[in-house]
């Protein structure tokens, strides 16, 4: 079974940045597109960024364009979300997804929880 | 960019009831959507995608239809595990995903 595990969430004051990782097991990571999923605290889900199996195409929300950049380490089987200048905004749960072409987002991982706040 | 909504909100339902939600997307996403399935605390699940195409594992009761902008999920008969919150989601272009804000299944 397919495994997600993200970390490196936590309490930040605006201004301030956070690196999201997530580890993928149990499937040929560099096969596949790969997203940052976020929730804000009883809200719906908002799309954030993906990346192309091989690194060389990355998409964003505009919300977040210049602030966040997705990267991916295929060798060592990681996502990250490089989070920079955050905001109040920017306070959720995040996911990291696998993004499995027709079959959508097939494979999430249970999340890690980010605060802004001073 | 695409603009997803559905309807209802909330819906209020018993456990047998056939249920019924719809997905509206704001331009042709042919047949480019996906269901998903969220528990309060849990990641979101999914269940259909390609509009109709049932995830391995996902009960049969659940079903997809709809292509072009209108789409629907079905629950042919409502399970005490399936109180949860539905979303819908396009995913036409790799360079935009976008999620439907959601809907609630309740115990009426």
């Known amino acids: 079974e397919v495994q997600l595990v993200e970390s490196g969430g936590g309490l930040v004051q605006p201004g301030g940045s956070l690196r999201l990782s997530c580890v993928a097991s149990r499937f040929t990571f560099s096969n596949y597109w790969m997203s940052w999923v976020r929730q804000t605290p009883g809200k719906g889900l908002e799309w954030v960024a993906n990346?192309?199996?091989?690194?060389?195409?990355?998409y964003y929300v505009d919300s977040v364009k210049g602030r966040f950049t997705i990267s991916r380490d295929n060798a060592g089987n990681s996502l990250f979300l490089q989070m920079n200048s955050l905001q109040a905004e920017d306070t959720a749960m995040y996911y990291c997804?696998?993004?499995?072409?027709?079959?959508?987002?097939?494979?999430w991982g249970l999340g890690t929880r980010v605060t802004v706040s001073s | 960019d695409i603009q997803m909504t559905q309807s209802p909100s909330t819906l209020s339902a018993s456990v047998g009831d056939r249920v019924i939600i719809i997905c509206r997307a704001s331009?042709?996403?042919?047949?480019?959507l996906a269901w998903y399935q969220q528990k309060p605390g849990k990641a979101p699940k999914l269940l259909i995608y390609k509009a109709s195409t049932l995830e391995s594992g996902v009960p049969s009761r659940f079903s997809g239809s709809g292509s072009g902008t209108e789409f629907t999920l079905t629950i042919s008969s409502l399970q005490p595990d399936d109180f949860a919150t539905y979303y819908c989601?396009?995913?036409?272009?790799?360079?935009?995903?976008?999620f439907g804000p959601g809907t609630k299944v309740d115990i009426k």
């Open positions: 989601q396009q995913y036409k272009t790799y360079s935009i995903f976008t």
């Open positions: 990346i192309k199996p091989d690194g060389s195409e990355k």
């Open positions: 997804a696998r993004t499995a072409g027709a079959i959508a987002f097939d494979s």
């Open positions: 331009q042709s996403i042919n047949s480019w």
